[in-house]
Every structure is written in C-alpha cells, then in structure tokens.
C-alpha cells in the first residue's frame, strides 16, 4: 500500500510515540511504502533544528520503506485542475478558514497525492482531512491508527 505522509504525521509519529521508522513500520504492515511529499518534508525540517537529526531524517527517508516524491509537472496540473474547479464553483477555499497560503502549501500535498495513485493519507490537519476527502481521497488521522493484531499481541 502507498500511504502519503504529510508534516502533521510525521511529526506524530515523532514527537508523539517515539522513533519515526519503527512506528511507522509497526503501524503499516511490511510491503507499505510511506510517501512523502516534498512540501511536507520541508514543513518537517523546520521542526527539527539540530542538523544532525535533520540529516539522520534525510537518510532514513532516502531508503524503503520511504521514498521522497517531488511537486512535479504532473501535480502541478492536478493542481492547477483543481485550483480552477474551486475557482469556479465560487469558492477558492473550498471551505477552509485557513490563510490561502496555507491552503495551497495543503494543496500540492494533496495533488502529489492524487498523481501518485496513493492508497491513503495520513494526517491530523483538518483542512487537509477536508480537502482531501473532497477530492476523494482516503484520509486518516495517525492518531486513529491501530498497530496491525500481531504488533498488539506481542
């Protein structure tokens, strides 16, 4: 399964449970690749202000079963698809409360999301949940996550 990772799940599963990678793998199952979108991973670093540890995250991100995915020509386009629709329907928000800024930073998680046929999204941000499942897509919040039975048992 493709599960997408945005800022506000990366830094649950940090700050929240403990390491990173052995969360994350404990809550998905062995053949999950966890994504993460170029905008999250820069919201993330800011968080982590000793280098070291940004560089340690930076490792394990490069390695399964993490892989770093770019806004690219292909989000960009969703983007701009759905930018337009929002535009259209009289509501560039599309409900959102939050500064546009903001909802276009959330926007570029999700289209990456969208082009890179992702399974689920994993996040605590409610415009992000909102957005999201507007467009479809399958958003969950980390802290609803259950460890698979086996990593229960033991």
């Avoid at 994504?35 to 202000?49: G, R, V, W, Y």
């Amino acid at each position: 399964m493709k599960i997408i990772l945005d800022a506000c799940a990366l830094i649950y599963f940090t700050n929240k449970i403990g390491d990173l990678d052995v969360q994350l793998i404990k809550h998905g199952n062995n053949k999950d690749i966890f994504l993460i979108p170029t905008p999250a991973l820069s919201e993330f670093l800011i968080m982590i202000l000793d280098e070291e540890e940004q560089q340690k995250y930076l490792e394990l991100f490069s390695s399964p079963p993490f892989q770093i995915l770019s806004f690219d020509k292909k989000s960009a386009i969703e983007l701009s698809i759905r930018n337009k629709n929002a535009i259209k329907n009289g509501d560039k928000r599309e409900g959102s409360n939050d500064a546009w800024q903001k909802v276009k930073f959330d926007r570029q998680i999700l289209s990456i999301a969208l082009v890179s046929d992702s399974n689920e999204v994993w996040s605590q941000d409610l415009n992000v949940i909102s957005t999201g499942k507007k467009w479809g897509l399958n958003v969950i919040n980390p802290e609803n996550i259950k460890p698979p039975q086996s990593e229960m048992d033991v």
